[in-house]
Each structure stands twice: as structure tokens, then as C-alpha cells.
């Protein structure tokens, strides 16, 4: 047996995990006076320009462009990849990839153990919830409330859109702008505090979206009720990504929580960008990797406080948390954790992490892990359950005209119409991302088309590329991407039987979709499709049985895929009985432990988690802090 060794030093917190997270809470903490240890299981990717560039280039060279493509999969810590995920059949899990899938359909997204997680290939949009989101069951009857509502995490998300520097303008992202119907009659009033903007302006619409926009004013009905007929329109969508600082005039300062702010300073993580982030170029690459640091990723907000905190703040990488260990009254007394040398190597030393505060960070699967690992957080029968995902789904065709693809980030409009309406009570909410990748995503464009042009047409030189500019330039596609409901039956549980080199526990996913789901996704393709006619696109969809996604609703094929948005296993709620956590995101079971990140989201609506956890982890650090100076609970 391993002896542990403690360390040798004692923090006011520990945090497992250097993502979204981990990165707001270090920095919140340390800007505080207080000390923070972080430890992080994956290697430090990007710390250094010339490891940045080491993962371009793996990126350059990879036949396959995944979102983990530039990043080393190290057999002693995988993390889930796409490539992965394959159909569940009969009554044995599938082992393919890390995670162990139960079914009966695949969990299909996946997430990066690294420095800085999965904020390194994320695509950057950054969407509030809205008012209903919060209150779904008062609203329609399903799912759960929030414990708090949308006004009480306002001021968060602003903090949340300048610690990302989100580029959007506010007055084009209430509902009403949106061209959305609220299910309330004031989720309008107050959408946006007085006097806030977003630190940058808008990302330009690409040449598609304004394409798409031709369609605008559109009637589409949805629902049963006659009153849900909505009329299209194609949207900014905010990304966390640098455009253009925006200037505060001399009269109107843009006010953050309250605080007037400066021109937002764009900032870089690694070398000479550290403090000089690039303007986004459209190097269309956001998903896995930026070549110049547009895109927000956690670095800058870990190198913010590695520089704020001094000598307070310390990481430990290539530190894989293996027990939360309990001592008297149920507090947390260390955090054991493998800390390994090389790589790829299941060698390691036993060491223990000590605070007076410890935070699970690490994902809504890994903090899940951990926690049923050290058989804590048991009291409400919560832990792991209540998975859940956007279930993604793709429609593609052919354009009329040439609207120039393969340009720019992977999407920079929408249509945001149906994320919220009367029609929730039995129709999943949607949302509707165009494309500006043509079917890169949906059919492997451009190489497809060299290999079908080739081998089933005969075409060659001149005729070959002719034909290959003319029906490229036409690709066009539209994702959707729907709510689920959280269900306890969709969940992630451990089973010795399944462990990493490292001995560690491996995932263990039971998913699915209901029928809300899935009429959501079908009411999407249905409007794809109206879409498609009024604009005269020449719909290419087709969802092949084979999918690993495939289910059926109504008579009618799909595929879906994972959106690689994980949200719930240990959410928040009112009481011990119903939830993991409190709304601040201190487990019931023990005072002096905090989950933070997407899993304590109760429900998931229609916006992509980045921006609310990261609300989520302001509105936690501030009672992080207060624990500390106490010297026990919030």
C-alpha cells in the first residue's frame, strides 16, 4: 500500500479543477486575501506559447478534427472523445471510449482534463437563461424551480460576460429583440441591469446569416395553441470571443454589478499575448483551438490571479483527486490526490491536499466521480442523477446562390425564437444555430465532396475543382439544440469493475431522451424544413439507422448528437431532500464543501451552460469567502 505524504502547507481552499470554475474562484478568492491551492489531473496545456504552438500544430496534422484533436489523450487519464461514441445495444454497457454506456441511448459529448478544461475548445457562446428557465415547474408544470431566480444572478452574469469579454450589444439580446414570446408578461422589464453593456460590440454577421435573415417575419406555428405562432428572426449570438472593446461615453459609464467600468482591456494567457489579446480573425477554427487567443479560454482568468494572488495562489498539475476524506462531524479533512511525473505513465506519488475549504470544480461528471468515490453527499439520493445534455441535431442542404462557408467563427447568428413560449408545457424549447462551416459537422465537408466528386462522379483537374467551388460554396446547415427535463433515471454511477490505469473510477452513464425532448427536436426539423422551402434551399438531411444517435418519435428518424453541454448530477435546491447542494453550492452533507460548475444547474433550457455556471461560481465565491473569514459555513 502507498503511504501519503501531506503537504506541507495548509490552504484557506482547494480547488479540484483549472476550468471555467476553478479559474473564477481562484481569482475571486485570492483578490480577497485568501490562499488557494488548485489541483488540476491533466498536464499544463498552453502555459507557454511554445506548448500552445506544439498543440496547433498537432492540430494541423490531425486527419480527424475533433475537439480534443490538439490535445494529448493520455491512456492514464482519458478524457471521453467523440470518436468514442457508438450505439448501445442490448443489455451490456458499452466500454468503447472512458465512458461506460448503459444507454439506451449514447451520452454523446464529451469535455478535456487539462489546464484550463474544456474552455480550451469550447465554440464561446455565451447566452443568459431566461426568466421561465428558472421557474419550470411554477411555469409548466415540469421539471423543477431554481431556488433563486433570474434577477438574483443578474449582476453575476455581468460579471461573468467582462470576466469572458463577451462581444454582443445588450439592446439586440432581450427576449422582445430577440423576437422571442415570453411564457410571463414582465420577462421583458429589467432583462438587462440600468446602464450595463457587453465590454465588446457585436461579432459581424457572416455572409450565411445574413442569407438566413431573407427569411425574417417568417410565421412559424408551434405548439397547439394558435397564440404560439412566432415570427422568425435571425440574431447576434454574444460570444466570448475579442472584437472591438467597447468605449464608455463621458456621460454614460457602463456599470457592472454596480461598478463603473473602463474600456475592456482584451487579454491573452500564454507568452507574448498575456496581456495583448488578438482581435478575432476568423481563423475558423474556434472548436478545437484559436490560433491567436481570440477566444476566452480559463488561462487568462488562472493567469489574472497567478499574477493578483502572488505567493497566495499555487497549482498543482498532473494531480489527479482520488478521495474527499472525512473527519469529525462530517467536514472534509483532505483531498488525496495521485500526483504523476510523466504523461501516460500510471506512476505516481500519494499526496494530501489540506484547507479549510475545499470545492469540487471539475465538471458535472468528474465532480460526480469523485464524490460517489469517497461515498460523500449521500443524504438526498441526488448525487449523479438528473443528467443532462442539449441533444443536437443537424439539418443541411444546398443554397440557391454561393453564401461563402467556411468563414469565420462556427456560428455567430441564430434564431432564437422558440426558447421560450407557451407551448413548453408540452414541446421542448429549441434553438436554432446557423452554421458557417457548411457540412463540415454534418456530412465531413470539404473532404466528402473531393471523394464523391472522385470516386462517384470521375471528376478530375479543372471539372473537379470547378464542381467542388460551385457545390461547397452553396453548403448550408442549421443545428438545433433542445432542453431536456431532468430525470433521475439519467445518471452517472461508478462500478468497480471499471477503473483507469490509474486505478481511478471510470463514468458510468445511464441516458435517454423523453418524448418532450424529442417532440422539440421534431418541431425543430419541421421548421428547418419551412425554412428551407422559403428560402429555396434544397434540403440534403438524411439520418441513417446506423447512427448511433438514431430514435424515432412519431414515425419519423433522427439523429442526434451530444452538444457537449453537461449539466445537473449535483444540483442546487431548497433542502437536503431534493438537492446535493444549496443555492450558494455548499453540499448539505458537509459545511465546509462546495460543488461548483454546470452540474449544480437544475435544468438546462435552451442557452449553452458556459456564461450561467460561470454566474453560478461569482455567486459562490462570495460565500466561499464569507466561510473563510468564520471559519466554517456560509
Same mark, same amino acid.
Given at each position: ?39 488540476? @489531473?491533466?498536464?499544463?496545456? /498552453? ?53 461506460? +454506456? ?18 480550451? !475548445? ?16 411554477s411555469r409548466f408544470g415540469l421539471g423543477v424551480d431554481w431556488p433563486f431566480k433570474y434577477e438574483d444572478l443578474k449582476s453575476d452574469y455581468e460579471r461573468a460576460e467582462w470576466e469572458i469579454g463577451v462581444s454582443a450589444d445588450a439592446e439586440e439580446q432581450t427576449p422582445k429583440a430577440l423576437g422571442i414570446k415570453t411564457s410571463g408578461p414582465n420577462d421583458n422589464r429589467g432583462y438587462f441591469a440600468r446602464d450595463y453593456d457587453y465590454p465588446m460590440h457585436s461579432i459581424p454577421s457572416s455572409y450565411v446569416d445574413n442569407f438566413f435573415a431573407r427569411a425574417d417575419g417568417m410565421p412559424i406555428e408551434i ?7 412566432? !415570427? ?6 454574444? +460570444? ?30 500564454? /507568452? ?25 479560454? @480559463?488561462? #487568462? ?8 494572488? #502572488? ?7 498532473? @494531480? ?33 491536499? &489540506?484547507?479549510? +475549504? ?25 448525487? /449523479?442523477?438528473?443528467?443532462?445534455? !442539449? ?36 414541446? @421542448? ?40 467551388? !460551385?457545390?461547397?460554396?452553396? +453548403?448550408? &446547415? ?39 425532448? &424529442?417532440?422539440g427536436l421534431a418541431a425543430s426539423y419541421d421548421t428547418c424544413a419551412q425554412i428551407f422551402q422559403r428560402l429555396g434551399i434544397r434540403n440534403h438531411t438524411a439520418y441513417n439507422p446506423s447512427d448511433a444517435g438514431y430514435f424515432t418519435y412519431e414515425g419519423r428518424g433522427y439523429t442526434f448528437f451530444g452538444a457537449g453541454h453537461l449539466v445537473g448530477t449535483h444540483r442546487i435546491g431548497t433542502d437536503k431532500h431534493n438537492s446535493v447542494t444549496n443555492d450558494k453550492m455548499r453540499a448539505w452533507d458537509h459545511e465546509n464543501l462546495w460543488l461548483v460548475g454546470a452540474g449544480s444547474m437544475p435544468t438546462i ?30
Open positions: 500500500m502507498i503511504a501519503v505524504t501531506d503537504d506541507d502547507r495548509t490552504y484557506d481552499v482547494v480547488i479540484v479543477g483549472a476550468g471555467f470554475a476553478g479559474g473564477i474562484l481562484a481569482k475571486e478568492l485570492v483578490s480577497d486575501g485568501h490562499s488557494v491551492l488548485i489541483l488540476e @489531473a491533466g498536464e499544463d496545456h /498552453g502555459k507557454t506559447w511554445e506548448t500552445y504552438r506544439s498543440y496547433l500544430d498537432q492540430y494541423y496534422l490531425s486527419l480527424t478534427k475533433t475537439p480534443n484533436s490538439p490535445y494529448p489523450n493520455l491512456p492514464t487519464l482519458p478524457s471521453p472523445s467523440v470518436l468514442d461514441i457508438t450505439a448501445v445495444h442490448g443489455t451490456e454497457p458499452d466500454t468503447n471510449g472512458y465512458f461506460v +454506456q448503459r444507454g439506451p441511448l449514447p451520452f454523446g459529448s464529451n469535455y478535456l482534463m487539462a489546464y484550463g478544461g474544456t474552455s480550451l !475548445h469550447w465554440l464561446g457562446t455565451s447566452l443568459r437563461m431566461l426568466p421561465a428557465d428558472f421557474e419550470m415547474q405548439g397547439e395553441d394558435a397564440g404560439d405562432t412566432v !415570427h422568425l428572426k435571425v440574431s447576434h449570438t454574444p +460570444q466570448g470571443r475579442n472584437s472591438t472593446p467597447r468605449r464608455p461615453k463621458a456621460a454614460r459609464k457602463i456599470l457592472v454589478g454596480g461598478e463603473p467600468q473602463e474600456q475592456f482591456r482584451p487579454r491573452g494567457s500564454t /507568452g507574448p499575448f498575456a496581456f495583448m489579446g488578438q482581435r478575432c480573425e476568423g481563423n475558423s477554427s474556434c472548436i478545437p483551438i484559436c490560433p491567436i487567443q481570440a477566444k476566452y479560454n @480559463a488561462m #487568462k482568468t488562472l493567469e489574472d490571479a497567478k499574477y493578483t494572488g #502572488k505567493h497566495r495562489m499555487k497549482t498543482i498539475t498532473q @494531480a489527479v483527486a482520488s478521495k474527499v476524506e472525512l473527519g469529525a462531524n462530517g467536514r472534509v479533512s483532505g483531498i488525496v490526490y495521485k500526483k504523476y511525473p510523466f504523461p501516460g505513465v500510471p506512476q505516481y506519488e500519494l499526496r494530501r491536499a &489540506r484547507g479549510k +475549504q475545499y470545492v469540487l470544480a471539475g465538471g458535472a461528471v468528474e465532480n460526480v466521480t469523485l464524490a460517489l468515490a469517497s461515498d460523500i453527499c449521500r443524504s438526498s439520493g441526488e448525487l /449523479g442523477r438528473n443528467l443532462m445534455d !442539449h441533444p443536437y441535431m443537424m439539418t443541411w442542404g444546398s443554397a440557391p446562390e454561393p453564401v461563402g462557408p467556411f468563414r469565420g467563427p462556427g456560428s455567430t447568428s441564430s434564431y432564437a425564437n422558440f426558447r421560450d413560449g407557451t407551448f413548453r408545457d408540452k414541446t @421542448a424549447a429549441f434553438r436554432l444555430e446557423i452554421g458557417n462551416w457548411g457540412w463540415k459537422f454534418a456530412a465531413g465537408a470539404p473532404n466528402s465532396d473531393v471523394e464523391r466528386l472522385v470516386e462517384q462522379e470521375n471528376l478530375y483537374g479543372k471539372a473537379l475543382r470547378d464542381k467542388l467551388y !460551385h457545390d461547397v460554396q452553396r +453548403q448550408v &446547415r442549421i443545428g438545433t439544440l433542445v432542453e431536456q427535463l431532468p430525470r433521475a433515471t439519467n445518471r452517472v454511477t461508478i462500478d468497480p469493475a471499471y477503473r483507469t490505469p490509474m486505478g481511478e473510477f471510470r463514468p458510468v452513464i445511464s441516458y435517454d431522451l423523453d418524448d418532450y425532448s &424529442r417532440a433550457a435552451t442557452s449553452n451552460p458556459t456564461l450561467t455556471l460561470s454566474a453560478m461560481a461569482y455567486r459562490a465565491a462570495r460565500a466561499i469567502k464569507t466561510a473563510v473569514r468564520k471559519g466554517g459555513a456560509a
